[in-house]
């Protein structure tokens, strides 16, 4: 490795040139701040830098905070704007991960250019913080923020810096809103409209572009017509799929157990894919799925699909038609991993909790025609005759 790029290395374990970092002195930094925040007035910041202190435009401030997790926070400013805030837990590992952030924040800031909105970029971002998310939502790419630029945590910290810098006016790209909040001690992410929130963390804002970049394509989608009914799809589900997510799942679900979606047509990734984002549609409201039963004379399953939790949802009701699939019992609900493995594993699962109703036998106790059960459970009683006998009821 380059002297060079040793040294540079070196110099991150470095509380000043020639100065080596050690648990003393670390300690010691750890109760200078412990000092002024027990000052009087209470929750005083120590303050290092400044203009009148060593004639630098950056403030760098470390304050103790009421968080049980993390209660070292660091803010570096500059002209008392916060251009980097993060929380670090109060101890030796916690103050130098502190001290190497705020030494690459204030040097990332030293580089930052001009951008064509008249703001800065920040080192790594090619565009100031409103360029990139007004790019980053119109982008498809899951791994990128916008063409070329992985969405990387350190960009995304970025992002959600510059969020936190605007207040409750927050950033407004196209008519999307990106705002902080506040939940008694818990910071958030909001994004309206609609409303929606995230978690305060890069993952929760790469959720958020990806749910505005879905919303973004099925406005500008030119969707293609089913060649088995009077419905149309989306271009995504029409470029790997036989049929309109209404007919072809239909048949998934009911077709018999095997390794494939239906007969002839394989379970590929990117199939299995089309699936989960026919989910993320249905959970953001901008896609549906009409699997609601049958008719009064051919009652059939009914179907639900959908995201929760970050987890795929499956819902199957049993046999029933279409004015009666919100009054039908369930009978199959299950979460699975958000991942073509658990679409796979939904399908069979739901699969052959079809198959176990189909072959049914009366409750031994009640004998109740509603209170069948599938014969593949083993069970003689239903649920609730189960349950009664099993708590001595």
């Known amino acids: 490795m380059p002297t060079a790029v040793v040294a540079l290395i070196e110099s991150f374990d470095e509380l000043s040139p020639g100065v080596q970092v050690s648990t003393q002195r670390l300690n010691a930094i750890l109760q200078a701040v412990s000092d002024a925040h027990s000052m009087p007035g209470g929750q005083g ?206 048949e998934v679900f009911s077709a018999a157990p095997s390794s494939e979606l239906i007969p002839g047509v394989a379970a590929t990734e990117e199939r299995l894919g089309a699936i989960l984002t026919l989910a993320h549609g249905i959970e953001l409201d901008i896609d549906d799925l009409d699997l609601v039963g049958g008719t009064a004379e051919v009652p059939e399953h009914g179907f639900d699909l959908g995201r929760s939790g970050g987890r795929l949802t499956v819902v199957v009701t049993h046999k029933c038609n279409a004015d009666g699939y919100l009054e039908a019992p369930t009978l199959f609900q299950s979460h699975y991993p958000w991942s073509t493995e658990g679409v796979m594993a939904a399908i069979q699962e739901v699969r052959e909790a079809i198959v176990s109703d189909g072959v049914r036998v009366a409750c031994r106790v009640c004998s109740m025609e509603g209170a069948q059960i599938p014969a593949a459970l083993g069970m003689q009683e239903c649920v609730r005759c189960a349950l009664t006998i099993a708590l001595g009821l």
């Open 45 to 250: 910041a120590y303050v290092v830098g400044g203009s009148m202190h060593c004639g630098s435009e950056h403030n760098v401030v470390f304050q103790r905070v009421e968080s049980p997790k993390t209660p070292l926070r660091l803010i570096v400013q500059k002209a008392g704007v916060d251009i980097f805030v993060r929380l670090y837990e109060w101890s030796t590992d916690g103050v130098l991960s502190a001290i190497v952030d705020a030494k690459a924040a204030v040097a990332n800031d030293r580089r930052r250019v001009q951008c064509c909105r008249r703001f800065m970029t920040a080192l790594g971002m090619p565009k100031c913080a409103t360029c990139m998310l007004e790019a980053a939502v119109e982008h498809s790419k899951t791994e990128e923020l916008i063409p070329g630029v992985r969405a990387t945590d350190y960009r995304l910290n970025i992002l959600l810096s510059a969020l936190l810098n605007c207040d409750e006016d927050g950033l407004r790209v196209g008519g999307v809103h990106f705002a902080c909040a506040n939940d008694g001690n818990k910071m958030l992410l909001t994004v309206e409209l609609p409303y929606e929130v995230y978690e305060w963390c890069p993952r929760g804002l790469m959720q958020a572009i990806g749910d505005q970049r879905l919303r973004v394509y099925y406005v500008a989608d030119e969707r293609v017509e089913c060649p088995e009914c009077d419905g149309s799809m989306p271009t995504y589900w029409a470029a790997c799929m036989p049929k309109c997510p209404d007919c072809f799942l239909e």
